[in-house]
């Protein structure tokens, strides 16, 4: 039924694009896959010079860096949750005052990248250690490697209070996955979920993280 209202709709002379987005669609419909490489760090990277300070911030801070950046806005009922269960946000600041980098951390014994693979995907760890959230950089922030020298300085923080830190990140996100290698990150494992007919059926697996 579905590929018989797509075929009318490209006889009726739809553009390219729209055809290409309606493909892409009901190929997601019947069948997406979504893959997360999971890293790990146990000594505490060396500390450098930067020209940032870095420090971490309260949501008293958060809210204020949220007034000058919309995507920040968008996050703050996230970030207030984090807060309240003891999540820590780094901030890297830049000379002038501007915000160059944020980091997302906390500490537990459970690995779920709840976002990428839902609920679950998950790995349950023997000790509590530090885990990497998520980061951002700003758009006129990009390519002053800001994101490495802030993830230093988490993961130095979080390696020597709990000995072990991991992190995890999309596998097609290659710039990503080469930035947690530069600060001493090394892949350890692939955990993934399939999804036939819109969710209706799922499976999920995992596998060691020799390609990476």
């Known amino acids: 039924m579905l590929s018989k209202v797509v075929s009318r709709i490209r006889q009726d002379g739809l553009s390219t694009l729209v055809n290409k987005v309606l493909d892409r669609v009901i190929r997601k419909l019947l069948y997406s896959r979504v893959d997360v490489l999971y890293l790990s760090l146990t000594t505490p990277p060396p500390l450098k010079d930067t ?5 971490t911030c309260d949501f008293g ?9 919309p995507r920040l806005t968008e996050q703050l009922p996230l970030a207030e949750r984090r807060f309240n269960s003891g999540h820590i946000c780094y901030i890297g600041k830049m000379p002038d005052g ?17 976002y990428e693979t839902g609920e679950s995907c998950k790995k349950i760890l023997p000790n509590t250690v530090g885990i990497v959230i998520d980061a951002w950089t700003p758009d006129y922030a990009r390519g002053r490697n800001y994101y490495a020298q802030v993830m230093t300085k988490t993961m130095y ?3 020597v ?25 090394i892949p350890r494992f692939v955990m993934g979920r399939k999804q036939f007919l819109g969710g209706l ?5 995992e596998f060691e993280a020799t390609e990476y």
């Open 201 to 205: 059926m799922e499976r999920t697996y």
């Open 98 to 114: 501007r915000l160059g980098h944020i980091i997302w951390a906390t500490k537990g014994n459970e690995l779920s990248a709840t």
């Open 157 to 159: 923080d979080l390696a």
């Open 61 to 69: 801070e958060f809210k204020a860096w949220a007034n000058e950046h």
């Open 161 to 185: 209070e709990f000995g072990e830190v991991w992190a995890w990140v999309d596998t097609r996100n290659a710039p990503s996955i080469k930035g947690f290698k530069k600060t001493g990150f």
């Open 51 to 55: 020209e940032l300070e870095i420090y």
